[in-house]
């Protein structure tokens, strides 16, 4: 495992933090905006709105955070594979980003070209889909600061027997 400087490991615990407190924030825009064309608010300018915040911010903070999150865990103590809360981590996210790239943002980019036509069904997409992922990365959260599970049991090579000798 490669060492680095705790200044270089403090900065990089920084920039995850900050990618990902804003894909929560952008994640909370888009469920925000989602809740109100439901109450009412119009879909031909929320919707544009809404693709927008997708595309431009949400979903590249999500391949950001995923990015950093690697590069944390690779260059830090923590490693990738010996923790199960790391290895939780990752999975949520890596499904997370997954779905944001291509489930979540092209259907926000079609919201966004069909406005108020959108289908009623698809409508309630749009507010699910941000109201999981916030969840999710609550869920992530709360793994980052609790770390359960402890370490991941270590592969040991068997031994070799070696056979007993008794003195005759």
Known sequence: MPRIPPTTRKGLLALHLVTSL????????LLTLGIAV??????AVVYPVMALVGTVLFAPLSVLVWLVGVASAL???????????VLAKLVLTTVMVG????????????????????????????????AVSTSLMIIATVLST????GRRPVARPARESTPVTTPH
């Open 75 to 85: 260059l830090t103590p923590w490693g990738l594979w010996r923790y199960r809360w």
């Open 38 to 43: 439901q109450r009412g608010a119009d879909p």
């Open 146 to 149: 609790y770390k359960p599970w």
């Open 99 to 130: 779905l944001v790239l291509f489930l979540l943002t092209p259907n926000l980019r079609h919201a966004g070209a069909v406005g108020a036509a959108l289908p009623t069904r698809d409508r309630a997409d749009l507010v699910i889909a941000p």
């Open 22 to 29: 804003g894909w929560l924030g952008a994640d909370l825009v």
